[in-house]
């Protein structure tokens, strides 16, 4: 890639954005305090220079990350907000107004695939950076940690047998049609139908029926496995395409509700892990468990976010443990004193046993170790905050990498909105105390 087009002579006769917004609004601050140098030469690890199409600025990209989860926004809602709102096109660095877009929608998810978790994660780490420079982080908060995990649902409907037999055969159908495989038969619409029995007698309690129907669809789909094999035997173009959705449905056909080990939950995200955390309300949750690490003391600027992790094959939370206060560390570069958890991480794998204290211990607690572990609760507010506000509750990312990227994006975004919270009160302050610094005007 060459570099990035320099612009600026198209904006020579048009207002500059610092002379029509406000300069004290909160997102121009943060955008002041950002180290968007350190972003740069980050993100410029993807980037190789030589001939072709100018990428786009490294400012540019992380500022439209950054609004997209501080503010949860889709993609394309984050693309209208941005054209209409100045304090949006400053803060990516704009000079001048602009009326369109200087990149197309799909520019994000291309860029967000090609940066990955590791290079996102420069966004967490510098916002906990503008935190500390701003005052509202402290190095001693980052000493003493709360560590908990939950589950990020991921974007499908409710898995049930006979949906997933009928998605199966679905997309087998429009897979062989694109291939110009003929069928002999597709039986999309007698599968229709028993799908939609198999509901039916369910919510009435007839499930002898229901079975027969679930069978029907079953019989169909191994049907439809085996017609398509033997079309495609010896032909290894279209073998190499059908192979991957084959063995999917496949799976589908032979899993069963007694059946042990991993399933296929949704046939567009087969990563997809049933996990049931104790909850009255979702007894089961279908997507993977995030690890959490928040202070436990209380920061100034609000309980920010350490570190955030997703951790694929639903492992124990206490096998977790130590190699997710290793990633903590070196992210923030301060070692950890304190680890407060909850009994879930009993038997865990941290190498300095001696640091780390679960819920309801009792031997060795001093005074102030039972003032933090009366705090560990609240990284449990903060993991609301992050699903409902900062699109961690429901994850559209593809893949694995999606499911990692989006928990770092979510982690990130939290913590920026925490920051623009902290700047609006800095200048809430500051002009309190310039009001009553300033005498009275007398009267004539």
């Not at 917004?21 to 305090?33: F, N």
């Not at 997209?68 to 949006?88: F, G, I, Q, V």
């Not at 006979?162 to 597709?186: C, F, G, N, P, T």
Request: hydrophobic share 40%.
């Amino acid at each position: 890639m060459s570099k990035p087009r320099d612009e600026r002579q198209k904006d020579l006769f048009r207002p500059a954005l610092d002379q029509i917004i406000d300069m004290g609004h909160p997102l121009v601050q943060l955008a002041r305090e950002i180290d968007w140098g350190f972003l740069e030469r980050r993100f410029a690890s993807v980037c190789e220079t030589g001939p072709g199409q100018p990428p786009l600025a490294s400012r540019l990209i992380a500022g439209l990350f950054i609004l997209k989860h501080t503010h949860s926004l889709s993609d394309e809602a984050l693309c209208a907000r941005w054209l209409e709102n100045p304090y949006y096109q400053y803060f990516c660095g704009e000079p001048a107004f602009r009326h369109e877009l200087p990149f197309e929608r799909s520019s994000i998810s291309r860029w967000r695939a090609r940066l990955g978790e590791e290079n996102l994660a420069a966004l967490l780490q510098e916002s906990l950076s503008v935190a500390h420079k701003t005052g509202a982080l402290e190095t001693k908060d980052l000493e003493r940690v709360a560590v908990d995990t939950t589950v990020q649902p991921k974007a499908i409907a409710h898995p049930t047998d006979a949906r997933l037999m009928y998605r199966a055969i679905e997309k087998l159908v429009a897979l062989a049609k694109r291939e110009d495989v003929a069928l002999r038969q597709s039986y999309l619409r007698v599968a229709k139908r028993a799908a939609i029995m198999v509901g039916r007698y369910t919510h009435a309690h007839q499930f002898k029926r229901a079975r027969r129907k679930l069978k029907f669809l079953r019989t169909r789909l191994g049907r439809l496995i085996r017609d398509i094999a033997r079309k495609i035997d010896g032909d290894g173009a279209r073998e190499a395409i059908f192979v991957p959705l084959l063995s999917l449905a496949t799976r589908v056909r032979q899993q069963d509700q007694r059946r042990r080990g991993p399933k296929v939950y949704a046939l567009h995200a087969p990563e997809v892990e049933c996990i049931g955390k104790g909850k009255a309300r979702t007894p089961y949750e279908f997507g993977c468990k995030v690890s959490v690490a928040t202070p436990v003391t209380s920061p100034k600027g609000g309980q920010f976010v350490l570190h955030a992790k997703a951790l694929h094959g639903n492992p124990y939370d206490g096998h977790t443990l130590g190699p997710v206060v290793a990633d903590l560390e070196k992210l923030t570069g301060v070692e950890t004193r304190r680890i407060h958890v909850d009994k879930g991480y009993r038997g865990h794998n941290h190498p300095h046993s001696f640091r780390v204290w679960i819920s309801g211990q009792a031997r060795r607690v001093t005074a102030a170790i039972r003032r933090e572990m009366k705090r560990r609760a609240a990284v449990e507010p903060v993991i609301g905050h992050l699903k409902a506000e900062h699109r961690m509750g429901r994850n559209y990312f593809k893949g694995p990498e999606g499911d990692r990227m989006n928990a770092v994006l979510a982690a990130a975004g939290y913590n920026f909105s925490l920051l623009l919270r902290w700047l609006a009160a800095i200048l809430r302050a500051l002009i309190m105390v310039l009001a009553q610094t300033i005498p009275p005007a007398q009267p004539a």
